[in-house]
């Protein structure tokens, strides 16, 4: 089946790092994302990374992708005040056209 | 700006009512899905069409239903409002059928009385 779980709420003071973590279950998938939303906005993709790499890093974001565990992480360095927001991980479904099944999403406060 | 769009942005309707919800993929763009978020739900997949076509369902509904146009721009379509019904919908699209990321719009927010 399709479960994508994340804990609900992170807070972080300015300049420290955010690490959000997701868990996924079909193995099958070829992406995995990360997907932000701001307060009263659509959902932005942030990153993604394939399912052959462990490790991506894009500016100030780092994607750890464990698939032994079904584990995936976000990274956020030196977190801004912009960084507060709602995190999402996805994973695409193949069998139903690739839908995404989207994790409850990481609520993350960003204190300065 | 993911190059979706979506209108109207806000929507306020009563119960029993019908709407319209609209969306325009990004250029070259075939792929469609439509998605609800609820505040009980989450994050919810609707239902996807690929040029024209009804690729996959998700839990949608019967009261609701979609089309994609030959411009391949996609209308969702909400009959017999109830309150539950109140919630973001988004539209994404990909460039192909699968395998491929997926660009959300901003949404309609779906407000029934």
């Known amino acids: 089946g399709e479960d994508v779980e994340q804990s609900l709420f992170l807070s972080v003071r300015e300049g420290d790092s955010s690490v959000i973590n997701c868990t996924y279950t079909?193995?099958?998938?070829?992406?995995l994302y990360w997907y932000k939303q701001e307060p009263g906005a659509g959902l932005q993709l942030l990153t993604y990374i394939f399912s052959n790499m462990d490790m991506k890093q894009d500016q100030r974001l780092t994607v750890l992708l464990n698939k032994k565990d079904k584990h995936l992480s976000l990274r956020i360095a030196d977190t801004q005040t912009g960084d507060s927001a709602i995190y999402f991980c996805a994973e695409p479904y193949k069998a139903a056209g690739n839908k995404l099944t989207f994790g409850g999403g990481t609520r993350v406060l960003v204190k300065p | 700006d993911s190059g979706v769009t979506q209108t109207p942005k806000h929507l306020i309707t009563a119960t029993g009512q019908r709407v319209t919800l609209r969306c325009s993929p990004r250029?070259?763009?075939?792929?469609v899905y439509w998605y609800q978020q609820s505040l009980d739900q989450g994050l919810q997949f609707l239902i996807q069409?690929?040029?024209?076509?009804?690729?996959a369902k998700g839990n949608i509904l019967e009261r609701f239903s979609a089309q994609q146009f030959p411009d391949l721009h996609s209308e969702l379509n909400l009959s017999s409002l109830e309150l539950g019904d109140s919630a973001l919908y988004f539209c994404?699209?990909?460039?192909?059928?699968?395998?491929?990321?997926?660009?959300f719009g901003p949404g309609t927010r779906l407000l029934v009385l």
């Open positions: 079909d193995s099958s998938s070829t992406y």
């Open positions: 069409y690929y040029n024209g076509e009804e690729r």
């Open positions: 250029s070259g763009d075939l792929s």
């Open positions: 994404a699209s990909s460039a192909r059928l699968a395998g491929e990321t997926q660009y």
